[in-house]
């Protein structure tokens, strides 16, 4: 069965970085775009940063996050990473890492990003 662990989150002042991991298994990993999604409290789960499959591994970023993130993917690892750079405040929230396989849509269990001082 699918399955996505998202690590690395914590606690970073502002201005500094965290990379956070998502290990996949249960499909081949190659073949799927995947996504970084967050979610801060009280609202709503937005879309951070997408990788395109292993042959083209396009990138695409939220406004928000532009120029500060940038997600990679490892395919001998099955590994989507986000490096995320000059955290703001406004970047807390529970950090999702996502795959869509056939119809149905997958997440992680989340990790806890707090960017305070």
């Known amino acids: 069965q699918v399955q996505l662990v998202e690590s690395g989150g914590g606690l970073v002042q502002p201005g500094g970085s965290l990379r956070l991991s998502c290990a996949a298994s249960?499909?081949?990993?190659?073949?799927?775009?995947m996504y970084w999604y967050r979610q801060a409290p009280g609202k709503e789960r937005l879309l951070v940063a997408t990788?395109?499959?292993?042959?083209?591994?396009?990138?695409y970023y939220a406004d928000s996050v532009k120029d500060r993130f940038t997600i990679s993917r490892d395919d001998a690892k099955n590994t989507v990473n986000l490096q995320m750079n000059s955290l703001k405040p406004e970047d807390t929230a529970v950090y999702y890492c996502?795959?869509?396989?056939?119809?149905?849509?997958?997440w992680g269990q989340g990790t806890q990003v707090t960017v305070s001082s």
């Open positions: 996502n795959t869509l396989v056939g119809l149905t849509n997958y």
């Open positions: 249960g499909f081949t990993f190659n073949d799927y775009a």
């Open positions: 990788i395109t499959d292993s042959k083209t591994s396009f990138t």
